[in-house]
């Protein structure tokens, strides 16, 4: 970076190009060598909780966030390249695209540190990126500088020079509708056409003796296949505009040879998508808005019920312009749709028919929506039904906040719950009338007798093959076989939260006797299995799988690493499963936790 960085008013970084399974964890590793940090988050998907590649890192002095920005951009994270720049709230600036350049005709050899370097003699640079895909780069790139005077200079010095032995081109960045305006005057004055559907057997003296009357030709050529035949389609590229603008006027939907020619500018492939992609949005959008308010959702239909008789069921509320069942071959999937000729007729039919007994089943009837709309329907009533739960009750919010965000508060110790907020295990058997099912050393622990309770839910575990006594809280309730409750949390000193590992609680007061230990399973763990289990059971089937690999490794650590490890997602947990790599990367992950854990507190490892 050229000089000091631009003053913000927080010292915060934006990382992209970031791998899927990078976590606030290992960014705390990466950064916290630059100074101290006040809080990490990776962003994810709302619904999936997936990284979205990207992440914000706050610093407690802007002078440590310039550090990291000056000495770690680009450097190799999970196998890629880190991207690293100011964080910038106001999209205003991204948006105006003034100061940003726009460089193509790259060799492939040129990466983004190595743009950045290129460019960053010319000013400070808050963004660099060589666009690539999976083959590598794709030959082009974006500069964004702080000022329209640095993107200037960089332009008249860099325009036509080579880098790496290629001629690059360096300009203004221009947005698309700029670009497609400016393409759209271009195309205004073609010169080449594109013909087709003439039949295998016009060559192109053929074709060249048709379309010469129109003006002088520059070339005319009938596409082959790989026998040397005809494709049935061309090109003919005239000296003049007006000639090729009067032969697509005169000859399209001409018929010759007995067949109808197709005649029209000629378009790249990326344009004609583009093109045809724009025309079906709007076909799309248009046939919503004719449906808006009238088409019906009819489901819970009998299957004696076909289109006609849905058309009769619904015909006393007004003009029905379609009915239609939707079928498998023949077998009715007992829904279809009703569509009505105006939104009165469609209301009342709601009114009426929702609940209504047809042949032996009340039908369900609502206005139809698209799969757009009902998704967005769905997550919002999920975010509320959140909102609530976490209103209620903080605690539960374990899956979808705490475990992803991780802050780093001042040094002041305090543990993270206290005793009393700790709700009783429960005490009825998991499986009734069932032998107990194999424990492992690991610790769960549940609030209201569904949701995991994650934020205190690793204790200190003794090494399976010693079958000492557990310590724990005699205010606490242990009937459940095989789990455990904590007084107090260990002081975290600054790490309290990561992004899927919680750190290991404090040794605890009064001793309760434990249950014998078991063989944990090494049977495979069926999707269908899983599906069906409460998700209090399924967290007890992935550890009776986990603990036996992990102890594999790290015996003395089985149990704690197992425990941190049934904080993530069940999906990912099905993937390292079967993976062996993706195990041994989120065992290593645990460990490089709870050794800045100890480092932190001074405690020897145990």
Not at 154 to 179: E, P, Q
Not at 260 to 279: D, H, M, P, T
Not at 463 to 471: D, E, G, K, L, M
Request: hydrophobic share 35%.
């Amino acid at each position: 970076m050229n000089g000091s960085g631009p003053s913000y008013p927080l010292a915060s970084l934006y990382v992209g190009d970031l791998h899927s399974d990078v976590t606030e964890a290992m960014l705390y590793q990466k950064f916290s060598p630059a100074g101290p940090i006040m809080s990490i988050r990776v962003c994810r998907d709302i619904i999936t909780r997936r990284s979205l590649g990207y992440a914000y890192i706050n610093f407690q002095q802007p002078a440590d966030a310039e550090c990291a920005l000056d000495t770690m951009n680009y450097d190799i994270l999970k196998g890629r390249p880190i991207r690293i720049m100011w964080s910038q709230r106001d999209p205003g600036l991204r948006k105006s695209g003034v100061g940003n350049i726009f460089i193509k005709n790259m060799d492939d050899s040129i990466d983004n540190k190595a743009l950045y370097d290129t460019f960053s003699a010319f000013g400070n640079i808050l963004s660099c990126k060589v666009v690539c895909d999976e083959k590598g780069s794709k030959g082009y790139g974006f500069v964004h500088f702080d000022t329209q005077e640095a993107a200037n200079r960089a332009i008249n010095t860099m325009n036509g020079m080579l880098l790496n032995d290629r001629k690059v081109f360096v300009g203004h960045f221009k947005s698309r509708k700029d670009r497609e305006q400016e393409f759209g005057t271009k195309a205004l004055k073609f010169t080449n056409i594109y013909i087709k559907n003439f039949g295998e057997d016009y060559t192109e003296d053929n074709l060249k003796f048709v379309f010469s009357e129109f003006g002088r030709t520059l070339s005319v050529c009938v596409m082959k296949d790989e026998r040397g035949r005809s494709r049935g389609f061309g090109f003919v590229n005239y000296a003049n505009h007006e000639d090729a603008q009067k032969a697509v006027e005169e000859m399209n939907g001409k018929e010759l040879n007995g067949k109808f020619l197709y005649v029209g500018r000629a378009q790249k492939r990326l344009e004609r998508q583009g093109e045809l992609k724009r025309r079906f949005d709007q076909i799309k959008l248009d046939r919503i808005q004719r449906y808006q308010g009238v088409n019906l959702y009819v489901k819970n239909l009998d299957d004696s019920i076909d289109d006609d008789r849905l058309r009769k069921e619904f015909s006393p509320y007004g003009t029905i312009t379609s009915a239609k069942v939707m079928t498998d071959g023949s077998l009715s999937k007992g829904f279809g749709f009703v569509c009505f000729s105006s939104p009165e007729e469609a209301t009342k039919a709601v009114t009426e028919m929702n609940g209504r007994i047809i042949a032996t089943k009340p039908l369900y009837v609502a206005l139809a929506q698209r799969r757009e709309e009902r998704k967005a329907i769905l997550t919002n009533k999920y975010m509320q039904r959140l909102a609530t739960l976490r209103m209620a009750n903080p605690i539960i919010d374990s899956y979808h906040q705490q475990s992803y965000y991780m802050t780093v508060p001042p040094a002041s110790t305090r543990p993270m719950y206290e005793h009393n907020t700790v709700s009783n295990v429960r005490s009825a058997p998991r499986w009734t009338g069932q032998p107990p099912r194999a424990q492992g050393p690991y610790l769960t622990q549940y609030v209201s007798g569904s949701t995991p309770r994650r934020a205190s839910s690793i204790a200190t575990v003794r090494q399976a093959s010693t079958q000492a006594p557990r310590i724990a809280c005699s205010s606490q309730k242990t009937n459940n076989i095989g789990t455990q409750t904590a007084c107090g949390r260990a002081d975290l000193s600054g790490m309290s939260r990561s992004s899927h590992f919680k750190y290991p609680s404090a040794v605890v007061s009064a001793p309760v006797m434990e249950q014998p230990m078991h063989v944990q399973s090494t049977e495979p763990l069926p999707a269908s299995i899983l599906a069906t289990a409460p998700l209090v059971d399924q967290k007890q089937l992935f550890g009776e799988r986990l603990y036996p690999l992990i102890h594999a490794l790290h015996p003395k650590l089985a149990g704690k690493i197992t425990g941190m490890l049934l904080e993530i997602d069940n999906s990912e947990l099905l993937h390292i499963l079967e993976s062996p790599e993706s195990l041994h990367s989120k065992v290593d992950e645990a460990i490089a936790v709870l050794q800045a854990h100890h480092v932190k507190v001074g405690s020897p490892k145990k």
